[in-house]
């Protein structure tokens, strides 16, 4: 099967419980994976939505890496943390049978989500037209949350074959 390779989980265990030596480790994965060297989503380039610049990290970075609805009340979440080298691999590889694809829309936002089921992880990208936006990218937690991206998933494939 044609599976997308993901590196090894880094955890705060790994830098002895010290959080910001993680974080600097994590941020210098991200900062690799999206600034220095920037995936591309089937051919279309990935911009970075680096402002407000926080604690001189991109915007993008808290998406990644912190959850929470409200922005500047975002907390850092472990398990986007540990696996801030899932995204660019899966955006780079986004044709892979591994993977499921579609588009959706999000208020008027146009989002393209990439789930990988066996990892339970999705990555959510924004169309902007010109140039894609990495939004967002986690680990799903719950089954219920999975199987609402499956159906959605389902949803979208049957409304596009019915076409």
Request: glycine share 4%; charged share 35%; hydrophobic share 35%.
């Amino acid at each position: 099967m044609d599976l997308v390779e993901l590196p090894e989980i880094i955890e705060l265990n790994d830098f002895g419980g010290n959080f910001n030596a993680f974080n600097e480790a994590v941020y210098e994965i991200f900062r690799k994976d999206f600034v220095i060297n920037k995936p591309i989503y089937r051919g279309k380039r990935l911009a970075l939505k680096k402002h407000p610049i926080v604690n001189g990290k991109e915007y993008t970075y808290y998406h990644f890496t912190h959850s929470g609805d409200i922005e500047n009340e975002r907390t850092p979440d472990f398990r986007r943390m540990e696996r801030i080298g899932y995204p660019k691999p899966i955006i780079d590889h986004s044709t892979s049978i591994s993977l499921k694809v579609w588009r959706n829309k999000r208020g008027t936002k146009n989002r393209i989500l990439i789930l990988y089921e066996e990892e339970r992880y999705v990555v959510v990208l924004e169309d902007r037209n010109d140039y894609i936006l990495p939004w967002t990218a986690y680990f799903i937690e719950y089954k219920n949350q999975l199987r609402r991206f499956l159906k959605e998933y389902e949803a979208y494939k049957n409304a596009e074959t019915a076409d």
